[in-house]
């Protein structure tokens, strides 16, 4: 999915016409520690919307566009465990807590409560993250864990002492500020 498109359909989901933050950079990554071998992988196809007034935040990446290390483990990836075909995106939408003056320079560490989609699965969350603005430029930085077995992925009982149960996730977002950024997204159609 085209990153302008993506953006649209993050933006509609904010209603109503107001200041955005919209994604310039973003990464998400995962570990997954176990005995037998460590598991990580990479995506920079991650874009994401925030409405200033609000604090309404939506994130969404492409499952496929994670890169691992061994070519195996990403085919193993998205069809065996991800099922990237039938669940091609994984979501948050949610928002952030504290008000936050975005045009102040300061670093402020943050909660947000959402709904984590992936798999199909939509899961209720409270995490926290770090934003850091600096002549404009703003930045978010979170660390959270995930189970996989709460979001309906199965691990072949031969695969656990490869897989962990619990999977360290990294993310990673440059932001700049919009005005109207949903009135322009729109009138590009």
Not at 152 to 158: D, L, M, S, T
Request: some cysteine; proline content about 3%.
């Amino acid at each position: 999915m085209k990153t302008a498109v993506c953006i649209f359909l993050i933006a509609s989901q904010i209603q109503g016409s107001a200041q955005f933050l919209k994604s310039v950079t973003g990464s998400v990554s995962f570990f997954s520690e176990a005995p037998l071998e460590n598991i990580d992988a990479t995506s920079q196809n991650m874009v994401s919307v925030i409405k200033t007034e609000t604090g309404e935040i939506t994130f969404m990446v492409t499952i496929n566009s994670f890169q691992f290390k061994k070519q195996k483990m990403q085919v193993d990836f998205n069809e065996d465990f991800m099922e990237s075909s039938r669940f091609p995106m994984a979501t948050y939408t949610g928002k952030i807590n504290e008000p936050l003056d975005w045009t102040k320079n300061g670093t402020y560490k943050v909660t947000a409560n959402g709904k984590l989609t992936i798999h199909g699965i939509a899961k209720a969350r409270a995490d926290t993250a770090t934003i850091s603005i600096k002549e404009g430029k703003i930045t978010m930085n979170s660390n959270f864990k995930i189970r996989v077995d709460d979001y309906g992925i199965r691990i072949p009982k031969v695969l656990f002492e490869k897989i962990a149960e619990v999977v360290a996730v990294k993310l990673k977002m440059s932001y700049k500020i919009l005005p109207e950024e949903k009135k322009s997204i729109e009138s590009s159609k």
